[in-house]
């Protein structure tokens, strides 16, 4: 009775490694192919974003371009990242503090410069006459500039914080490279925690009112195809910002609900944390005017695309 039992303990735990390890070939394979399909597409974008002066010189078009540059970036740190953890490479750990930093950071800058993106519709909608005053490239440039800011900010406290606790010999060891490797007082973990909520209620608060503004200027202005355009582009902009929200509750699933999903990690690090990115330039850029007809005559996206 003794050996069944310690037999089938066995076979239980033998097939939890081997699902293991195929959600993990699964996933290793299917970032790479994703992650080529992502910078397909962001090529052709970028294509007509160097080729189109006035492309340029727009807001929404340059916030566009810095999300896919930021997210092109998350994903290669975040799959190294993953690869690292799952397979046991060891990092330094002030190698591991330089990528985990800044792929937090990247990874709080799509929310941010989504609801920015947000706000630069919500201006076009229900403030056309300010919309050229407020809406400027300089002003989409200090934008940027204040979500890495806001982004880096929290990162540098957490260094800090390590390095007030943390004995000095501990920055010669090397660790598996992940964010509770590198925690050592409940300091990070409130700073942590409350960036998430401060993030998620800002990003939401930004989308429902920008959504609700821009849909009572919608409805005001009757059935026509610019009030109906004008719905469908907020109405993408929150499922965009949905799906970036989704991404900030991770680490309360895996904090409260991996004892009963094991693969919970897995599932959250493509569905959640990656395909999010993955899906942006085919949302945007696919509605949008310029960047769409580009999309869907790929082979003919050298020459310079027209405006009117």
């Not at 056309?128 to 500039?145: G, K, M, N, W």
């Not at 590198?182 to 300091?187: I, V």
């Not at 993955?278 to 949008?288: A, H, K, M």
Request: aromatic share 16%; proline share 4%; glycine share 2%.
């Amino acid at each position: 009775m003794v050996n069944s039992t310690v037999q089938s303990t066995y076979v239980m735990a033998a097939q939890v490694m081997t699902t293991g390890q195929i959600l993990r070939t699964v996933i290793v394979v299917l970032m790479p192919l994703c992650f080529g399909i992502f910078v397909y597409f962001m090529v052709i974008i970028l294509n007509v974003f160097f080729t189109a002066p006035q492309v340029r010189e727009t807001s929404r078009y340059i916030l566009f371009i810095h999300m896919l540059f930021n997210d092109v970036l998350y994903l290669a740190l975040s799959f190294f990242l993953f690869v690292c953890v799952n397979y046991r490479i060891l990092l330094p750990i002030p190698i591991c503090f330089i990528i985990t930093s800044f792929s937090t950071c990247m990874f709080r800058i799509t929310p941010y410069n989504l609801a920015v993106m947000s706000l630069e519709r919500y201006t076009a909608i229900c403030h056309p006459f300010r919309y050229v005053e407020l809406c400027t490239a300089q002003r989409s440039c200090h934008a940027i500039a204040y979500m890495w800011t806001v982004g880096m900010v929290p990162q540098i406290a957490n260094v800090i914080s390590y390095c007030c606790y943390a004995d000095p010999r501990s920055f010669y060891f090397d660790v598996i490279c992940d964010w509770r490797s590198l925690t050592m007082n409940d300091f990070q973990i409130v700073l942590r925690t409350l960036n998430d909520i401060l993030s998620f209620s800002i990003v939401g608060m930004t989308i429902a009112y920008t959504y609700v503004k821009v849909m009572l200027v919608a409805r005001r202005m009757g059935s026509g195809n610019k009030a109906s355009k004008a719905g469908k582009t907020v109405l993408l902009h929150a499922f965009q910002l949905l799906l970036s929200m989704l991404s900030f509750t991770t680490s309360l699933t895996e904090t409260y609900l991996i004892s009963y999903f094991k693969y919970l990690p897995f599932t959250n690090f493509f569905f959640v944390m990656c395909f999010p990115r993955f899906v942006s330039p085919l949302i945007y850029g696919v509605r949008d005017e310029v960047f769409g007809k580009a999309m869907r005559k790929a082979p003919s996206c050298q020459r310079e695309p027209s405006l009117t």
